[in-house]
T-cell receptor, first 112, second 116 residues
């Protein structure tokens, strides 16, 4: 069974204090790993897709990396507006179009 | 381009009632997926529709059903509501056909269902 585990569950950072969020996954062949950001009262907002080990994607203060067993979301010099829940999801390789399996997320709070 | 639209935003129902939620995908997106989000379980996959056909189904009881119309709009229905059905129901659309299997999901802001 495909599984995604995110850690930590919650993270509190001072503004400017860089850190990383972890997403460990078990999947029978990876088609893609996705990162989303979710603000309170809203749906998840797509950030990145990673397809193979060694791949990296960047967007503003966020950088996502991928290995064969886990992905990291690095946050450099975060600002209060980066406060949100960050969700990781995997899609298994299949002949069809398999659904995404999500982790439970990391709730990030950035304090000014 | 308009995003995924879900209606209503909030619903309060009583145990035993049924409810219908609606989702309008991004224009041009033919795949619609539904997820249930709760604090304890996170996002759990309900079902996916593509070209009016259910393509995938999650591990939910038969009280949960859905359909997709020819314009790609989708509805999900929950019958005989239980207290445990209280959750945020999220709809997501994507370009995904067989040739676009990696296209990301784009989510709406959900319908918050409370069952009393």
């Amino acid at each position: 069974e495909d599984q995604v585990t995110q850690s930590p569950e919650a993270l509190r950072l001072q503004e400017g204090e860089s850190s990383s969020l972890n997403c460990s996954y078990t999947v029978s062949g990876l088609r893609g790993l996705f990162w989303y950001r979710q603000d309170p009262g809203k749906g998840p907002e797509f950030l990145f897709t990673l397809y193979s080990a060694g791949e990296e994607k960047e967007k503003e203060r966020l950088k996502a990396t991928l290995t064969k067993k886990e992905s990291f979301l690095h946050i450099t010099a975060p600002k209060p507006e980066d406060s949100a829940t960050y969700l990781c999801a995997v899609q298994a390789a299949d002949s069809g179009n398999t659904p995404l399996v999500f982790g439970k997320g990391t709730r990030l709070s950035v304090i000014a | 381009k308009a995003g995924v639209t879900q209606t209503p935003r909030y619903l309060i129902k009583t145990r035993g009632q049924q409810v219908t939620l609606s989702c309008s995908p991004i224009s041009g997106h033919r795949s619609v997926s539904w997820y249930q989000q709760t604090p304890g379980q996170g996002l759990q996959f309900l079902f996916e529709y593509f070209s009016e056909t259910q393509r995938n189904k999650g591990n939910f009881p038969g009280r949960f059903s859905g359909r997709q119309f020819s314009n790609s709009r989708s509805e999900m229905n929950v019958s005989t509501l239980e207290l445990g059905d209280s959750a945020l129901y999220l709809c997501a659309s994507s370009l995904s056909g067989r040739e676009k299997a990696n296209s990301p999901l784009h989510f709406g802001n959900g319908t918050r269902l409370t069952v009393t």
